[in-house]
């Protein structure tokens, strides 16, 4: 298993920048209203302390009320301004969760077929649904909390500066510790949540492959051995979120012993201060109410950053689906003609021992030819490098003189198709499930395609073409289900298609009728069948025998049967049945 890359923190902070400079105008009119709204909320601690002055001077009442009403105006003021900043804030970011949703969609769909399986799906559904929604609570809230706390902060420690030089050094000087271990744990927390992602990847990877395989698993009585797997991921697991939470547990006791420093500093001074006539009560009052409403922003800054870590790391995450090659684009290398040359191809898996060493094979258009031997032969692997699904190691799989990896991914699907024992059929009208393989076909098409592959239940659906296939609307059975992937084959119109057991995992009577479509959908292509037993490729024209990674044989149906004797009595290929599909 390869995960998929991560992004390094220079292209996340990149891509932050793209973001933000994409939504410049609302991210510039969230800072300005915040910031109004912050200037508005320093006003009450100011006139309470000139409250307080004001009356040791002997004030009248009637001043008092005035300086009041001011407070409670401003309180109001700063309320709107902020409540109208957070809209313009949600909407900046929901759009810009929509945008890296599209993005990101529109980068897995992309991505080369071999990597995503080499890669599990649980790595990938994990970024989707977790790091996706992380990536997009960080944007929505976390940002800009960050952004407000931030102005805040500033404005208040400037104001204390105002008051009094001394008094403001006074608040700073509780701050030390707070930035120590912000500093400290920043260093840390990233790797630490990467970790943590990887961890939670790997057990979803666990949990779905155990349950996609439960009937293997139980077959081969591997239950054991999938609990201890799933155990270890488990354990893994526990170990990253003891690790951040340790993080976390220093962090934040940290912080909220720090928190009430300044006040307490900026009491101090003030009260030496006010003892030598240097400030007003009124002003050191003042001063640590602007420090106690520190607290908030401070508290708010902190916990978040936290947060954005997360984020940060999830974000990496999510951009890295961006980091793989892309299919490579194709060269201009026309092919003439659809003759399909094998020439010494040898393959591995991710860098494994070879599995197909040297094969060599030449297919005519129209012909058909079978592929047969033993289980793990390596004929699965065959049939994947002749779609282009993967490029041999060595050696070259062309089709018309072209080397198949060279041709443009759309042009290639479109000219051979791969049919396994996969048959998805995704939620969706019939027509959403057929036209994804022919964007442009015609109802009628469709229809036809249908009718092709003795899809005859189809005239029975109660809205035709338009009736919703899948969870909670009519399902399809599996050999309805194979009919209609077969009716995509119909309209997609490949030259050449290379089946793989297409119809292995099928009871016998299901296979029977999917076999008499199959067979409707075979006249005038190429066709490479993959079987597991000799007498399934009677009506090939030729049938290559497939035997640890070698073409052992290969020529008519009957010669090969007449040779079946000498291969039968040694015990391959004909004889051996698979030990799993
Ligand atoms: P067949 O189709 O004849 O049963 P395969 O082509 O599936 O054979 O497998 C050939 C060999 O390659 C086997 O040893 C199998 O274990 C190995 N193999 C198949 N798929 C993978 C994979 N995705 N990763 C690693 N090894 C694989």
Known sequence: MSRLPVADRGTVRRALRDMISRHRRAVGVVLALHSAAALAGLAPPWLLGAIVDR??????????????????????????????????????????????????????????????????????????????????????????????????????????????????????AGLPSIVAVTRWYLRRASSAYLTEGAASAELTEALTTTAEGARTVEALRLTDDRIRHGTTRVVRVWQARRATLALRTVFFSVVEASYPLPVAMVLLVGGYLLTRDMVSLGAVIAAALYLQQAIDPLDRLLQWTEQAQRGFASFARVLGVGLVPPEPPGTTATSRGERLVVRGARFSYSGGHDVLHGIDLEVQPGERLAVVGPSGAGKSTLARLLAGIDAPRLGVVSIGGCPITDLEPAERRRRIALVTQEHHVFIGSVRDNLSFAAPDASDEQMRAALVTVGADWYAELPDGLDTVLGDDARQLGAAEAQQLALARLVLADPHTLILDEATAALDPSTARRTERALAAVLVGRTVIAIAHRLNTAHDADRVAVLADGRITEIGSHDDLVAATGRTRRSGTPGTRRPTSA
Not at 79 to 104: D, K, M, P, T
Not at 118 to 128: H, P
């Open 55 to 172: 009356v040791t001077a002997g004030a009248p009442v009637a001043t008092v009320d005035r300086l009041a009403l001011a407070i409670a105006g401003c309180v109001l003021v700063s309320a709107l301004l902020s409540r109208f900043a957070q809209y313009v804030g949600h909407r900046f970011g929901e759009r810009a969760v929509a945008e890296l949703r599209e993005q990101f969609v529109t980068r897995t769909l992309g991505l080369p077929v071999s990597v995503v399986e080499r890669a599990g799906s649980g790595d990938l559904a994990t970024r989707s649904s977790v790091d996706v929604a992380t990536v997009g609570t960080t944007v929505r809230d976390v940002v800009p909390t960050i952004v407000i706390a931030s102005v805040q902060l500033t404005l208040l420690f400037g104001a204390v500066f105002l008051l009094h030089p001394l008094l403001g050094l006074a608040a700073l």
